[in-house]
């Protein structure tokens, strides 16, 4: 008795806001007392209407109290709290707003500890003693505090519902068994329960089982990460030594060239200075020569003259037989050209060699189950744009439209060589390397071949090594109006389809195959040739 009266002082000196004891109790003129806080927070919000009221009894007060803090409540509340009241039982907590309250208290529900399944009703720790003592109430049915116990009543026969219908999949009461649900095939709910129970235990085996093999996907794939990290980082450090490398044999090498360049230029001007030199000693031995011919040109004596004439007539051997001839200005203009061609020569194999290197870091992935596309709608997503290449075209084809249609000519056009070019097959090559998926289409009208290959398929003779779809490294679909047949490595194998004007090709190049799909539509605008094209 002395425990409920310790529990009704703390409901009588709780916060009707808050729910828990007073802090800064204040009291409004209706006598109802709340926490400062708590007041000043419902208040606020009041605010807009200029009409403020009291949260329990809905009182209202305009202008708005000025709040002063209830000293004597204060010190009543801090004489509980000394008095143990703030440690009360966990079962004796009040139920909130999510809480099931026990339907048995009167004034501040306590909260539910249990709901009885078969008092469809819920108790807290105290109002739950007798089922715990109580002989009949002991076979009842306790269950976790729930809020939906009137679900387990029929509504209509306000019965609870203890039978399963497995005709209408639904659970009914005694009375609607021998209704409108007479005949069914009717079981106990607690059988249901048991078979639907067995039924969620597989589901959930097989659940787990998915979780299990999902994690070990999971670690599959961290791990796939971390390989790449380790992979990339690797191969970041080896080709930036590698690139270091090829950067200092490429300054050693213009270190030599400087250092010859020089080393010549050094020499030859030495030379230059050198016969400038004589030369400079020559003009000086002319001039003081002419000067002494001058001087005996003015002597008036005959007999001198012919005298000093014969020692000073004779000239001296010049230095050059003839006179100095200066080539044009191209001292080291050959080295430069040598040098330019390294360069082009150097950029050619970057180039390509870049290519193949952008392939591979594309080609990296993760194998993950992708499906494969059944519908040209579900194709198109991998769609690309192919153009030809004009350096890999026979002669005898012409390409227009901006390289992107091909036909055969009775004259050879007049490309320059190149190494790509097929000599003696009418084949021309996209300018685009396909990788990953992709997926193109073909309009064409007479005898058509549309292939795939490698880049590194011969182009030069007659060979079958340069016929794609007759060697290993191409595959070709050969097109015309009578049927298709598909040639890889000289073996031929027809293949059904309707007659079409169009022809899908879907490659995936990291899966290894290639699909062909004929394409009902109109002919092509192209005009009538034969034509083998691929890449």
Known sequence: MAQKGIQLDQENFSCFICLDLLKDP????????????????????????KLYSCPQCRQTFTPRPVLQKNTMLAVLVEELKKSGLQAAPADHCYAGAEDVACDVCTGRKLRAQKSCLQCLASYCQNHLQPHFQAAPLKKHKLVEPSKKL???????????????????????????????HKGHDTVSAAAERAERQRELEVSRQNIQQRIQD????VKLLQQEAEAINRSADKAVED???????LIRLIEKQWSDVSQQVRSQQESQVSRVKELEEKLRQEIAELKRKDGELQTLSQTQDHNQFLHDYPSLSALSQPTRSSSIHIRPLRYFEDMTAAVSAVRDKLQDVLTETWTNISLTVTEVDVLLPRPEPKTREEFIRYSCDITLDPNTANRYLLLSDG??????MFQPQSYPSH????????????RESLTGRCYWEVERRGIV??????????????GKECELGFNDKSWALDCDDSGYIFWYNNVQTPVSGPPSSRVGVYLDHRAGWCKRAILQ???SCSPAAPLLWGR
């Open 150 to 180: 009137q679900e387990n009543v029929c509504s209509h026969h306000d019965e609870v519902m203890k039978t399963f219908c497995r005709t209408d999949q639904q659970s009914i009461c005694y009375l609607c068994s021998v209704d409108e």
């Open 403 to 408: 390289n992107r249609k091909v036909r055969w």
């Open 449 to 462: 071949l549309v292939a795939v290959t490698y880049k590194k398929i011969s182009r030069t003779g007659n």
């Open 26 to 49: 204040v009291t409004v003129s209706c006598g109802h007392s709340y926490c400062m806080k708590c007041l000043q927070s419902h208040w606020d919000t009041e605010d807009e209407k």
């Open 419 to 430: 190494p790509d070019r097929f000599t003696t097959w009418f084949q021309v090559l996209s």
């Open 239 to 245: 080709s930036q030594e590698i690139f270091t490398q």
């Open 521 to 523: 539509g109109k002919s």
């Open 214 to 217: 999902r994690e070990k996907d």
